[in-house]
């Protein structure tokens, strides 16, 4: 096991690991943008996922990159760059492997409950996926990171509890149910990609390890170790066993 880092090179590690979160995370955003601009010169239908139809499953891996409108990317854009880069800071490990299923399962999940012939796009799904996968790694974690990650994602977009149930013409509440349960699902399988914080022992815990070592080591709490090997400090002269005098003790009064 590595020693603890020191408090400088620490501070160095998550300046690295936030600023590789945020380029990753603007670099998925900016091929978003960079297909929505694609999508104004040729028609995109087939790329959309079609439920229930075996050529609409091409649409679990093109769907996410595609998006009907201005005002539908731009809030795709929001939602994933923040919570794609909360994800990345706290479980960078646990997020690159959850990616794929967020995917996959957003555009699972509107295949298998959308209605036929309707035609579903966009990357909400992983929106969702990313908003449940940090809430639920706060909750199975329970560090002070994962608890403050939680906290954070859930006071953003807390509301995603909701629109993974019909509720507006026109969202695809399928591959939002899908990507959430995706999310909760890699939020099991990889909880513990990410080694756990070093955090400082209390003193009752610091006992408690010190009574267990004891007890390994065969003596009870509280109870010094006697020595093995007691050195010889002191030797009567010529080596003869000899007794002492007794000293009188003078009675008062005699």
């Not at 800071?89 to 699972?108: C, E, F």
């Not at 109870?223 to 002191?234: Q, S």
Request: aromatic fraction near 10%.
């Amino acid at each position: 096991m590595s020693p603890p880092l020191t408090a400088a090179a620490q501070k160095q590690v998550d300046r690295r690991r936030m600023r590789r979160a945020v380029i990753a995370s603007g670099l998925g955003i900016a091929l978003l943008w960079l297909c929505f601009g694609l999508q104004q010169t040729f028609d995109w239908t087939f790329l959309t996922v079609t439920p229930q139809s075996p050529e609409g499953l091409l649409g679990l891996l093109t769907a996410p990159l595609l998006h009907g409108s201005f005002k539908h990317i731009l809030a795709n854009s929001g939602a994933l760059f923040l919570l794609g880069t909360l994800s990345g800071i706290v479980y960078p490990k646990a997020t690159l492997r959850a990616l794929p299923l967020l995917w996959l399962g957003s555009g699972l999940g509107a295949w298998l409950l959308g209605e036929p012939d309707s035609h579903h796009l966009g990357a909400s799904g992983i929106g969702h996926g990313l908003m449940f996968l940090v809430f639920v790694l706060g909750l199975l974690r329970r560090d002070r990171a994962s608890i403050a990650a939680g906290m954070i994602a859930f006071f953003l977009y807390g509301s995603m509890l909701l629109t993974i149930f019909p509720r507006e013409v026109g969202v695809s509440w399928e591959s939002h149910l899908g990507g959430a349960l995706a999310g909760i699902l890699a939020a099991f399988l990889f909880r513990r990609s990410d080694p756990l914080p070093a955090r400082k022992k209390y003193s009752w815990e610091i006992e408690e390890e010190l009574e267990r070592q004891q007890a390994q080591a065969g003596f009870d709490t509280f109870e010094t170790r006697a020595p093995d090997d007691v050195p010889v400090i002191w030797h009567r002269d010529g080596g003869t066993e000899t007794t002492g005098n007794v000293l009188p003790f003078k009675r008062t009064g005699d």
